[in-house]
C-alpha cells in the first residue's frame, strides 16, 4: 500500500443544499441539505480513503472556533486528519443544487484572518508535514494559499516532500506553482485549462492542437507529468514531452463540486501503481465521474449510500 500524506492550505465546511429550481431574486426553499468536511485535499482525501482505506492522512489547518463540527464530520468519512491549530473559524462554502437540471452554483464565503504569527505557524505545519512524510511515499498538495500564509510556503511543503524521496502531485495553479517549480519541479502537475495558460503565459483558450504542442513542450522543459483538465472536454496530458489524450463520457451530473478533486485522487493512485499514465488518465476520469453523480463533494461511493446523510 503507497502511504499519502494530503496537504491543503483551504479547508471547508461544505453545505450542499437542493432547490428543485433555484431563482434570483426570489425566496427559494431548499428540499434538503447536507454538511460535509470539505476543500481540495480534503475531498481528494476522501476518495483516496474509498479507493484504499487507511492509505491517506490529510495534514490540515483548521481554525479553532469551529474545528469540532470539521472534526466531527471527518471522523464520520473515516478521515485520518492531522490537525495544526490556527486561530479563527474555517470557512464555510455553500453549493446550490439543482437535480433536475444539473446546475450548481458554488457560494465560497472566507472568514476575515486574525492577527497571529503565520510564519510561526507555518513552521509548525511544516514539522508536522515533515514527520508524516517519514513513513509516506508521495504527497498531495492541493487548493489555493490564503494571503496570510507566508508566500513560498508551497514551496517549502513541495521541497520537503521531494527532499525525503516522496513524488508530489500539485494541483496548484498561478504564482504559487511558479515559485515551486523554481525550487523544485512536481513530478505530477495537475491545472485546468485556463490556469495552465494562466501560469504559463500562453493565451486562454488554446485551439486543441496548440494545446496539445504546448502541454508537450511544457512538460518536456519541466521534465514532469502535466494534466490539464477541461470540464466534460477531453483531458489532455503530457509526461517528459509525450502526448495523451483521454475522453470525458458525458454524465447528468447532480454535483460537479469535487470532480478535479476526486480526478487528482484517481489519478495519483493509480500512478504510484505502475507509473502508466494511460491508466491512470482512465482511473482519474472514472473518480471524477463518480463524483458528479453524488451529492457529497469528493465521494465515489453508490449514489444511494450518499443519500444516507442528506436531511
Known sequence: MSRIVSVGLSPTLQKTIAFKDLRLDSVNRSTG???DASGKAVNASRVLGQLEGGCVTNVCPLGVDNAELFLELAAGDGLEID????PGRIRYCYTLVEPGTGR???LVVSEPSAN???QAIASVLLERIARRLE?????LFAGSRPSFWPED???RVCALAKERGCAVMADFHGKDLALTIERTVPDIIKINEEEFCGTFGYTFPLPEADLASCLARKSAELGCVIIVTRGAKDTYAASN???FRHTVEAVSALNAIGCG???SAGFLYSWLADRDIANALAKGTWCARRNALNLRPGSILDADAEGERFW
Do not use: N, P
Request: glycine share 8%; aromatic share 12%.
Open 241 to 243: 514531452g509525450a502526448g
Open 83 to 86: 490537525r495544526v491549530d490556527v
Open 261 to 263: 478533486d476526486s480526478f
Open 104 to 106: 450548481a452554483t458554488e
Open 153 to 155: 510556503l508551497c514551496a
Open 135 to 139: 513513513s509516506a511515499s508521495a504527497l
Open 33 to 35: 441539505y447536507r454538511i
Open 116 to 118: 497571529a504569527d503565520y
